[in-house]
């Protein structure tokens, strides 16, 4: 190599194959049959699948068959609220009754209360004016009273005088003692009536001073007038409430009944309280245009070939559901609807088709 | 399945450890070791590419009288052998010797039929449409310092990273497998695979690993693909190392369109499968042998390949548009920037224009797993190179009639 040079080489003859043998051939043999068998069958699975993949992708007719047990999970957590709404309905009915009943009697009490306010208006105004005519009467009366006892008092004055004489003149025998006490109890029952005169003059001016003074007895009036009032306040409050909570329970009723109507219009609610085997189907949104009650349903061989008819679309409903698409394996989503099927083997089948067969045939 | 995946994952990371931390992961060159070399350069059907790659060669920095071209032609159907000869015409700084294969035979056997005209140390093995950086072939031999290693494999960098999408993709995963996947193989020395654009191996390894290339089959049908996993197989189950130093580099041009990159890959694969076969069929004598990361890689590499398979069917199936969500591409975009910056600052040469066109690997990693893996598994009885179409070439087609002067 330490001289730069131009060379070329002899052609190298190639060296002869190797003899296969007839295993080796057999083996080979069988390999490139396994081998076309599978690559084809490969090859049809992933036209298949891309097929499969672009049907689903441009259809908008498919939905997914739900079977709904009894045991639902769903269905079972459904009819457990539906019981508790229900029995809160019937509670709120008997509270709402309860309610009515008290609000009527507190409506009633409270008419009969306000009802005393004018008459007791009345008799205060009654009283007024009777005390303002009996009171100076009565004054003048008690100013008779008094000149009248202070008359009595005089005379009283002289009767102590005669008792003095009467016992003297017994003292002197005079009169005799029968005499003497006929005579003294005489005074005495005159000062007895001096005394109760005294008592009425007294008892005279108390009434006056009643019949002409707002005293203790018209305060004790209208203490009473203003508990009344009090009371009929109070009630005015406990009836607003009473109303108030009246209109929510009643709110809370019509709330209850919504959604016990919503409710009925589920297939769970259905599932759960019906007897025979009901039928459902996932219909995604894209697809909803082909969802119509009495819309025909197809079943197909392979998800979409050799389809027949299955039945046709029931009930719709419309609250939301969302599952896994049964091709795409995403989340969907979408409604459901009650099927009627004539062949019930086909709630089992992957997806259904609406309206018509996906592919003519 | 996830242990393949993982491995995988562990293999990039210790790479990037490796490199960044471990020098002594390197092996220890010396330069003023200079074996006599001879550059076995097999061709078929590369036209005036093969011109080009003795050219570069030419330009070597290695003494020109320590090596030597041995330029091998497969009977190509096009203008090679002519190009080769004006080579063998134009560059007389070098020695080159030109040969022809009596029939078809394959690369495996045609760089068999040029070993034989060598005397030289060591054996660097080529393919006909690389560019040689002059660096290479010094860079190659000073690895053989160390007596234990037996084969030694350059970087393969992308001469035409911007042709197009499918480029793109190629520059990043060829740039990530030479920089970070095969430096935990370097480590120990076990590099499973050194590619057959670039293969330095010494002399006497080869020739005793010969009668094995020549012998090379399939139940009885001659297998000519693969050969450089083979020969690194070879060259570790003999108990020598093999080593990939990024320092000796060479440029390739990658396929630029669907269809041959297609037909590469399914080549690779094949070559890994049969690999991996082999690799079971003797595995008590891989493990009494070899270091347990080169079985390892040996094992778990090619197995990935066909569970990745598994993996995306199961995938398909199970969550077919999981991979039209965004994690994927946002993974691939991810590497593509990190990986890009990273190219655009150490090969400036493989810079990318539109790096985010990586996000494309995402589809390509779906047909490459699903098509090339059970068709490489199914049609392991087949000889097509499948990258180099055997086109007629009239003379007239030429653009300058060589003349061969072979002495």
Same mark, same amino acid.
């Given at each position: 190599?330490?001289?730069?040079?131009?060379?070329?080489?002899?052609?190298?003859? *190639?060296?002869?194959?190797?003899?296969?043998?007839?295993?080796?051939?057999?083996?080979?043999?069988?390999?490139?049959?396994?081998?076309?068998?599978?690559?084809?069958?490969? +090859?049809?699975?992933?036209?298949?699948?891309?097929?499969?993949?672009?049907?689903?992708?441009?259809?908008?007719?498919?939905?997914?068959?739900?079977?709904?047990?009894?045991?639902?999970?769903?269905?079972?957590?459904?009819?457990?609220?539906?019981?508790?709404?229900?029995?809160?309905?019937?509670?709120?009915?008997?509270?709402?009754?309860?309610?009515?009943?008290?609000?009527?009697?507190?409506?009633?009490?409270?008419?009969?209360?306000?009802?005393?306010?004018?008459?007791?208006?009345? *008799?205060?105004?009654?009283?007024?004016?009777?005390?303002?005519?009996?009171?100076?009467?009565?004054?003048?009366?008690?100013?008779?009273?008094?000149?009248?006892?202070?008359?009595?008092?005089?005379?009283?004055?002289?009767?102590?005088?005669?008792?003095?004489?009467?016992?003297?003149?017994?003292?002197?025998?005079?009169?005799?003692?029968?005499?003497?006490?006929?005579?003294?109890?005489?005074?005495?029952? *005159?000062?007895?009536?001096?005394?109760?005169?005294?008592?009425?003059?007294?008892?005279?001016?108390?009434?006056? +001073?009643?019949?002409?003074?707002?005293?203790?007895?018209?305060?004790?009036?209208?203490?009473?007038?203003?508990?009344?009032?009090?009371?009929?306040?109070?009630?005015?409050?406990?009836?607003?409430?009473?109303?108030?909570? +009246?209109?929510?329970?009643?709110?809370?009723?019509?709330?209850?009944?919504?959604?016990?109507?919503?409710?009925?219009?589920?297939?769970?609610?259905?599932?759960?309280?019906?007897?025979?085997?009901?039928?459902?189907?996932?219909?995604?949104?894209?697809?909803?245009?082909? *969802?119509?009650?009495?819309?025909?349903?197809?079943?197909?061989?392979?998800?979409?070939?050799?389809?027949?008819?299955?039945?046709?679309?029931?009930?719709?409903?419309?609250?939301?559901?969302?599952?896994?698409?049964?091709?795409?394996?995403?989340?969907?989503?979408?409604?459901?609807?009650?099927?009627?099927?004539?062949?019930?083997?086909?709630?089992?089948?992957?997806?259904?088709? +609406?309206?018509?067969?996906?592919?003519?045939? | 399945?996830?242990?393949?995946?993982?491995?995988?994952?562990?293999?990039?990371?210790?790479?990037?450890?490796?490199?960044?931390?471990?020098?002594?992961?390197?092996?220890?060159?010396?330069?003023?070791?200079?074996?006599? @070399?001879?550059?076995?350069?097999?061709?078929?059907?590369?036209?005036? $590419?093969?011109?080009?790659?003795?050219?570069?060669?030419?330009?070597?920095?290695?003494?020109?009288?320590?090596?030597?071209?041995?330029?091998?032609?497969?009977?190509?159907?096009?203008?090679?052998?002519?190009?080769?000869?004006?080579?063998?015409?134009?560059?007389?700084?070098?020695?080159?010797? $030109?040969?022809?294969?009596?029939?078809?035979?394959?690369?495996?056997?045609?760089?068999?039929?040029?070993?034989?005209?060598?005397?030289?140390?060591?054996?660097?093995?080529?393919?006909?449409?690389?560019?040689?950086?002059?660096?290479?072939?010094?860079?190659?031999?000073?690895?053989?310092?160390?007596?234990?290693?037996?084969?030694?494999?350059?970087?393969?960098?992308?001469?035409?990273?911007?042709?197009?999408?499918?480029?793109?993709?190629?520059?990043?995963?060829?740039?990530?497998?030479?920089?970070?996947?095969?430096?935990?193989?370097?480590?120990?020395?076990?590099?499973?695979?050194?590619?057959?654009?670039?293969?330095?191996?010494?002399?006497?390894?080869?020739?005793?690993?010969?009668?094995?290339?020549?012998?090379?089959?399939?139940?009885?049908?001659?297998?000519?693909?693969?050969?450089?996993?083979?020969?690194?197989?070879?060259?570790?189950?003999?108990?020598?190392? $093999?080593?990939?130093?990024?320092?000796?580099?060479?440029?390739?041009?990658?396929?630029?369109?669907?269809?041959?990159?297609?037909?590469?890959?399914?080549?690779?694969?094949?070559?890994?499968?049969?690999?991996?076969?082999?690799?079971?069929?003797?595995?008590?004598?891989?493990?009494?042998?070899?270091?347990?990361?080169?079985?390892?890689?040996?094992?778990?590499?090619?197995?990935?390949?066909?569970?990745?398979?598994?993996?995306?069917?199961?995938?398909?199936?199970?969550?077919?548009?999981?991979?039209?969500?965004?994690?994927?591409? @946002?993974?691939?975009?991810?590497?593509?920037?990190?990986?890009?910056?990273?190219?655009?600052?150490?090969?400036?040469?493989?810079?990318?224009?539109?790096?985010?066109?990586?996000?494309?690997?995402?589809?390509?990693?779906?047909?490459?797993?699903?098509?090339?893996?059970?068709?490489?598994?199914?049609?392991?009885?087949?000889?097509?190179?499948?990258?180099?179409?055997?086109?007629?070439?009239?003379?007239?087609?030429?653009?300058?009639?060589?003349?061969?002067?072979?002495?």
């Amino acid at each position: 190599m330490s001289t730069p040079a131009i060379n070329s080489l002899p052609t190298v003859e *190639a060296a002869p194959p190797p003899r296969q043998s007839f295993v080796y051939k057999s083996i080979l043999t069988l390999y490139r049959v396994f081998a076309i068998v599978v690559l084809y069958a490969i +090859l049809i699975g992933i036209l298949a699948y891309a097929f499969i993949m672009g049907f689903y992708a441009v259809n908008t007719t498919w939905m997914a068959p739900v079977i709904l047990s009894a045991s639902d999970e769903k269905s079972l957590d459904f009819l457990q609220k539906l019981v508790t709404s229900r029995q809160m309905l019937q509670d709120l009915h008997v509270d709402i009754l309860h309610q009515q009943t008290t609000l009527d009697e507190m409506t009633k009490h409270r008419a009969a209360l306000e009802a005393l306010d004018p008459e007791l208006q009345q *008799a205060i105004a009654r009283e007024r004016v009777h005390d303002q005519k009996t009171g100076p009467q009565l004054a003048g009366l008690d100013a008779q009273k008094q000149t009248d006892n202070a008359k009595t008092k005089a005379v009283l004055a002289q009767l102590d005088q005669t008792e003095v004489q009467i016992h003297k003149d017994l003292a002197n025998g005079l009169i005799t003692k029968g005499d003497a006490a006929t005579q003294i109890a005489a005074i005495n029952q *005159a000062r007895d009536a001096y005394t109760d005169s005294r008592i009425a003059e007294v008892l005279l001016t108390d009434n006056v +001073l009643d019949k002409t003074t707002n005293g203790t007895k018209s305060m004790d009036v209208l203490e009473k007038q203003a508990e009344l009032r009090s009371e009929i306040a109070q009630l005015d409050v406990t009836l607003a409430v009473s109303e108030k909570q +009246l209109q929510e329970d009643n709110r809370q009723v019509d709330a209850l009944r919504a959604a016990i109507a919503t409710a009925r219009q589920s297939p769970y609610y259905l599932n759960a309280t019906g007897n025979n085997r009901l039928y459902f189907a996932f219909v995604p949104y894209e697809n909803q245009e082909s *969802a119509k009650v009495g819309a025909p349903i197809y079943d197909c061989y392979l998800d979409m070939v050799l389809c027949r008819k299955v039945g046709t679309v029931k009930q719709i409903f419309l609250g939301e559901e969302d599952i896994t698409h049964p091709i795409f394996k995403t989340q969907v989503r979408g409604f459901t609807v009650q099927m009627e099927l004539s062949h019930p083997n086909s709630a089992k089948s992957k997806t259904v088709f +609406l309206g018509r067969k996906p592919l003519l045939f | 399945m996830f242990l393949c995946l993982l491995i995988s994952v562990v293999k990039y990371l210790m790479g990037l450890i490796l490199k960044w931390s471990f020098p002594s992961a390197k092996i220890k060159k010396d330069y003023t070791w200079q074996p006599t @070399v001879s550059v076995l350069l097999p061709c078929y059907n590369e036209g005036e $590419t093969v011109y080009q790659t003795i050219e570069s060669i030419s330009r070597s920095n290695y003494p020109a009288e320590l090596f030597e071209i041995i330029a091998q032609d497969d009977c190509s159907v096009d203008d090679s052998f002519e190009w080769m000869q004006k080579a063998q015409r134009d560059f007389t700084n070098i020695r080159i010797r $030109t040969g022809r294969n009596g029939v078809n035979c394959g690369k495996a056997r045609t760089v068999c039929n040029a070993l034989q005209h060598s005397e030289a140390e060591l054996i660097i093995s080529i393919d006909s449409d690389c560019i040689f950086h002059p660096d290479c072939m010094r860079e190659l031999a000073a690895c053989f310092s160390e007596p234990k290693i037996g084969s030694v494999g350059g970087r393969v960098g992308v001469r035409n990273p911007n042709d197009s999408v499918i480029t793109a993709i190629q520059t990043i995963i060829y740039y990530s497998a030479f920089q970070l996947y095969k430096i935990p193989e370097n480590w120990t020395r076990s590099v499973c695979c050194i590619s057959g654009c670039l293969f330095a191996i010494r002399r006497e390894l080869l020739l005793e690993i010969e009668p094995a290339i020549r012998g090379r089959n399939w139940f009885g049908i001659p297998v000519n693909q693969g050969e450089d996993r083979f020969l690194t197989h070879q060259t570790l189950l003999r108990g020598y190392g $093999t080593y990939i130093n990024t320092d000796a580099l060479c440029w390739t041009t990658v396929p630029t369109t669907l269809s041959v990159l297609f037909k590469q890959q399914l080549r690779w694969r094949r070559s890994i499968v049969r690999d991996l076969f082999y690799t079971l069929r003797t595995l008590p004598q891989h493990v009494w042998k070899l270091h347990p990361n080169t079985v390892l890689t040996l094992v778990l590499t090619p197995l990935g390949a066909v569970v990745a398979l598994l993996v995306v069917v199961t995938m398909l199936t199970s969550d077919p548009l999981a991979w039209t969500g965004p994690m994927p591409l @946002v993974t691939y975009l991810g590497i593509a920037a990190v990986l890009s910056w990273v190219i655009s600052k150490h090969s400036v040469e493989e810079t990318l224009e539109h790096p985010l066109a990586f996000g494309a690997y995402v589809a390509w990693s779906i047909v490459s797993t699903v098509f090339i893996t059970p068709l490489a598994l199914f049609t392991m009885d087949s000889a097509d190179w499948g990258t180099r179409t055997k086109q007629e070439i009239t003379t007239q087609e030429m653009d300058t009639p060589l003349v061969n002067s072979g002495n």
